[in-house]
């Protein structure tokens, strides 16, 4: 399978530009150059920048210089210390990932769709000629039934992306919250440039124990890592709405490195057949698991990556309740980033 070159071992910058309260305060104090310069000692390769859509445009849907200022100096940051940067639109007007946004209307607003298109044509216009970047073109479409306009829409983007920026990479995700399974239904590649894109937090109930914002979740819950497949089946029947429940968990065998790969198997093949890379934006374990079980879980889905040679960038540097600098990963946080 082709490889992401660059973008091979990455972390996100989750809640600077993306779901947060976009105060001026947020966005000149949460990350900092000194951050960058902490990564790149981490001999990582690149950072995936979550980007909401008021960043860049105002209440009346007009382009916030400033926004687009911040991102030029973000790229500035990351280019300086010799990091790749993947720009991710996190939520566009009418759909965000998180249910408490209250966007709606996308799938079904041509208006909204343009609107989307013409963000996606400024910021190539802008950006899409710089090196060591790339475009996502937003993060983790849900409802299967959104499959072929979302398909339509992005075929779309991609074509208006490339009238200004021919090369650039661009990222594509699937429904599911970009599942590696919806990888097989994503669109045919336009060109060399596209690269698949999916989310890995399996097993759910693991990753996201005590997750208060997931609906029944019971915030004292805790369980350990690895279980069965089917301990893990019953724990998230309890814990989680069906909306969530993980796929393969059948079995009485203890979740390991076979799960991952069985896991990603279809997404990989399908990559392979059609000469496309395929990338994991987004992976990791709550801070409220065990360090040692997290140590565990990151073992198994990082050395499958490894397997598969498909790139990857960790959730999240800081805060976010997976925050690696957070005092919750002191006893294992060099070995995590060793395995990035």
Not at 149 to 177: C, F, K, M
Not at 247 to 259: Q, V
Not at 304 to 321: K, N, Q, T
Request: proline fraction near 3%; charged fraction near 30%.
């Amino acid at each position: 399978m082709r490889r992401f070159e660059g973008y091979l071992h990455g972390i996100n910058l989750g809640g600077w530009f993306s779901q947060c309260d976009h105060s001026i305060e947020r966005y000149d104090t949460f990350i900092k150059e000194e951050d960058f310069k902490r990564i790149a000692s981490w001999k990582l390769d690149h950072v995936r920048v979550p980007v909401d859509y008021e960043l860049l445009l105002d209440e009346n849907y007009h382009f916030l210089e400033e926004g687009f200022e911040r991102l030029n100096r973000c790229m500035d940051l990351s280019t300086k210390v010799h990091l790749n940067m993947i720009l991710d639109l996190h939520k566009t007007p009418g759909y965000s990932f998180d249910d408490g946004e209250k966007e709606e209307g996308f799938f079904k607003s041509k208006t909204l769709q343009e609107l989307f298109c013409k963000l996606w044509e400024e910021l190539s216009i802008r950006f899409g000629r710089r090196k060591g970047l790339a475009f996502e073109l937003l993060n983790e479409v849900d409802d299967p039934a959104d499959k072929d306009i979302w398909n339509e829409i992005a075929l779309r983007t991609i074509q208006r992306i490339r009238l200004h920026s021919p090369d650039i990479p661009i990222l594509v995700g699937g429904y599911g919250h970009n599942s590696a399974e919806a990888v097989k239904d994503l669109l045919l590649p336009f060109d060399t440039n596209i690269v698949y894109n999916f989310h890995c937090y399996s097993p759910l109930v693991f990753t996201h124990q005590g997750a208060y914002w997931i609906e029944g979740m019971d915030h004292d819950f805790r369980c350990s890592f690895p279980l069965s497949g089917k301990e893990y089946g019953r724990l998230s029947k309890i814990q989680i709405d069906n909306h969530f429940l993980d796929p393969g968990l059948d079995t009485e065998e203890l979740i390991g490195k076979e799960y991952f790969r069985k896991l990603f198997k279809e997404a990989v093949e399908t990559a392979e057949e059609r000469g496309v890379p395929l990338y994991c934006g987004e992976y990791g374990t709550i801070d409220r698991a065990d360090p040692e079980d997290t140590r565990r879980w990151f073992e198994c889905i990082t050395s499958v990556f490894d397997e598969y040679g498909i790139g990857r960038a960790l959730w999240s540097y800081r805060e976010m309740d997976f925050g690696l600098i957070g005092t919750h990963y002191d006893s294992i946080r060099e070995e995590l980033i060793s395995k990035i």
